[in-house]
């Protein structure tokens, strides 16, 4: 059964810094290709960035590009997003989500398979 764990998240104010983070288990996350999503109040889950897995492959949305970084650690199972300069428009549940195969890149959402159970982040102004 895989497993996925995120943390991390909380209230901060426009301009800080934030790090997620998603613990895995019960798989092997060395194989496959991660991603972070988010929702906001009223609206569609989105794909904000995506790693492959190696890690050594990444994508990020235009709305966070040069803000946000994704990275893993392959050897302690973890996959991270950085957060920088957060605005008030980036308050939203944060999923990580594991890619199946075969996916595409970055991916659908339907492709991918298994998800955390989220974690809030609000950006107040």
């Known amino acids: 059964q895989v497993q996925l764990v995120e943390s991390g998240g909380g209230v901060v104010q426009a301009g800080n810094s934030l790090r997620l983070s998603c613990a895995a288990s019960g798989s092997d996350f060395s194989s496959y290709s991660m991603g972070w999503f988010r929702q906001a109040p009223g609206k569609e889950r989105v794909v904000v960035a995506a790693i492959s897995w190696s890690g050594k492959t990444t994508w990020h949305a235009d709305s966070v590009k040069g803000r946000f970084n994704i990275s893993r650690d392959n050897a302690k199972n973890i996959m991270y997003l950085q957060m920088n300069s957060l605005s008030p428009e980036d308050t939203a549940v944060y999923y990580c989500?594991?890619?199946?195969?075969?996916?595409?890149?970055?991916?659908?959402?339907?492709?991918?398979?298994?998800w955390g159970q989220g974690t809030q982040v609000t950006v107040s102004s």
């Open positions: 989500a594991r890619a199946g195969y075969g996916s595409s890149w970055p991916g659908l959402e339907y492709e991918y398979d298994y």
